[in-house]
């Protein structure tokens, strides 16, 4: 176990992170065998490890194994609507590289890794339950259908590794924000995809999202009413496990008492403040605080640059 005095900014290659160390890690953070696990985690932040991202997905396994299930988010581009050529000449599949970073990538990589065919929102899993879990996760689906079923199993948990600011949420947010139906508006944006019968078929953006920097202030409450089952580091990483059961059940709760609870206090933030049914900012008001902000921006620059 790391011992927290070294910053992941100075970690360097003579503090490497070992398969071993983590697999300890895991254990002593409380990763069993028996549940399904949504990984959600900044690689960078655990240091350097030996091997990178396959290291650190083969010592949850091991962690896991044998009755355990590891799932992560391997979300695909989307491109606005109409798709220009160069757009619609990308087919999302199982092999569509994801912007959700090296874990998730190395997932869908893995021999025994099972893909959802969600075409935009595709879930990745590895373990016991992971082919039933994502078969079940298809383009008719809720786009967080599979968090929901973790959820609702009562066996999901939610492995975060990083601090809350660098890795946003517990996974079941989006769930309780589809569950409760709010409406956001948001620019029309899809992708091709193959569909059942192999046509190449479009496939349109249709849930409401959230920019996520907001969902952290459920965190205080979680923890409070112990959804927060583990708290440790993984390497360097502070980390925690929460149970996706419970968590689920706080926002639920809450968003039915306030809705824009999830949202950020960021005057700036287009998304929180002009997109939901129940957003109160205004055009004029976001665009002076972005206006305000590079002007602010702009002139640190210019009187660092004289230094
Ligand atoms: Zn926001």
Redesign the pocket.
């Known amino acids: 176990m790391s011992t927290g005095t070294t910053t992941v900014e100075t970690a360097s290659r003579n503090d490497k992170v070992t398969y071993n160390q983590l697999v300890e890690d895991f254990k002593k953070l409380g990763v069993r065998s028996g549940y399904m696990y949504n990984v959600k985690a900044s690689l960078k932040s655990i240091g350097y490890v030996e091997g990178g991202a396959k290291t650190v997905i083969n010592a949850l396994l091991e962690a896991v194994s044998p009755d355990g299930t590891i799932v992560t988010d391997s979300f695909v581009n989307v491109w606005p609507l109409p798709l220009s050529a160069k757009h619609a000449a990308i087919i999302s599949d199982r092999n569509s590289p994801s912007y959700a970073g090296a874990i998730a990538n190395a997932m869908l990589k893995h021999p025994d890794a099972f893909c959802s065919s969600h075409p935009i929102q595709r879930f990745v899993a590895i373990g016991a339950n992971a082919e039933k879990l994502m078969s079940r996760h298809t383009p008719e689906s809720y786009a967080y259908n599979a968090l929901k079923e973790m959820a609702e199993s009562g066996y999901g948990r939610n492995l975060k590794i990083g601090t809350d600011e660098k890795v946003v949420g517990v996974g079941t947010t989006h769930v309780a924000i589809g569950m409760m139906k709010f409406h956001q508006d948001r620019p029309p944006c899809g992708v091709n995809y193959r569909n059942g019968n192999g046509e190449i078929e479009l496939f349109k953006r249709n849930w409401a999202g959230g ?4 969902f952290n202030k459920f965190i205080p409450i979680y923890r409070e009413r112990g959804a927060i089952l583990r708290e440790g580091t993984i390497g360097q990483a502070p980390s925690k496990i929460t149970d996706m059961a419970h968590t689920l059940a706080i926002e639920l709760e809450i968003l039915k008492e306030n809705p824009a609870f999830f ?2 206090d ?1 005057p700036a ?1 287009a ?3 002009l997109t939901w049914e129940f957003s109160t900012g205004n055009k004029l008001s976001v665009n002076c605080h972005r206006a305000l902000r590079k002007l602010r921006r702009l002139l640190g620059s210019l009187y660092y640059g004289r230094q």
Do not use: E, H, P, S
């Open positions: 920019c996520g920097v907001g949202m950020c960021d933030c998304d929180c403040r």
